[in-house]
């Protein structure tokens, strides 16, 4: 919900009311009202991977918050995904939103950490080390 930085809600929060206050109050925001919807194939993860790429390919680079954060956001989120100590790699990117959401100058910093968080929250088994799959012989 809110376009591409928007916050990822599950099926179970479709019935917030469309206005500032009910998606603040569960961490959303309605931004450019925009809405896309996910089958249950999409990967979160990937998903987060794509908000903080996005957020570090059209960063202005005058605040470092957005423009180191995102970068970092990135490089973490492949850690995660390839299985490098996942709980470690959640910490960081936590604290990363964090201080992307209240130390960035504009929208772009501050609302990266929206799609980022709400995956995570909504969508952790997106956030777990996969098992490796075997090559067919």
Sequence with gaps: ?????GAYFPRALFDTPFDYEAFAAKDGLIGH????V???TVDMLKQARFAMEFCAVESCGKCT???IGSTRGVEVLDRLANGIEPARQIEIVEDLCETM????LC???GFTPYPVMSALT????DFRPQPVRQAAE
């Design 38 to 40: 996910f089958d249950d």
């Design 33 to 36: 009202a925009g809405i896309v």
């Design 1 to 5: 919900m809110g376009g591409p930085l």
């Design 107 to 109: 929208a772009l910093g």
């Design 65 to 67: 918050p957005c423009r």
């Design 101 to 104: 959401k209240f130390g960035s």
């Design 122 to 125: 909504h969508f952790p088994e």
